[in-house]
Nanobody, 126 residues
Framework: QVQLVESGGGLVQAGGSLRLSCAAS????????MAWFRQAPDKERDFVAA????????ERADSVKGRFTISRNNAKNTVYLEMNSLKPEDTAVYYC???????????????????WGQGTQVTVSS
């Protein structure tokens, strides 16, 4: 099992920044990649960004390129999402997710993610 603990959500003004953290524990060797997804009220859950533990390949949704950065600290088994220039439309519950041990070509398909965190609320006011 891979346990995911998220932190860093909160209320921020438009144009501000937040840094989300996702600490992984348990059988972390069974996870090949980590990602962030988000879900706004009455919306489907959307891909935000992902990173592989080995090699550091990243992928980001077009809507956040240039504003959000995903990174990892392997020693701490932690993945971060640095969010800058936040907009009200970024308001959502942000979920951390982990893939299983087998290689998958796609990093943005939520069906490939086996483990999920509890979610952390990000609210951007205008």
């Amino acid at each position: 099992q891979v346990q995911l603990v998220e932190s860093g959500g909160g209320l921020v003004q438009a144009g501000g920044s937040l840094r989300l953290s996702c600490a992984a524990s348990g059988r972390t060797f069974s996870s090949s990649a980590m990602a962030w997804f988000r879900q706004a009220p009455d919306k489907e859950r959307d891909f935000v960004a992902a990173i592989r533990w080995s090699g550091g390949r990243i992928e980001r949704a077009d809507s956040v390129k240039g504003r959000f950065t995903i990174s990892r600290n392997n020693a701490k088994n932690t993945v971060y999402l640095e969010m800058n220039s936040l907009k009200p439309e970024d308001t959502a519950v942000y979920y951390c997710a982990a893939q299983g041990p087998y290689w998958r070509d796609s990093l943005n398909d939520e069906s490939f993610y086996e483990y999920w965190g509890q979610g952390t609320q990000v609210t951007v006011s205008s």
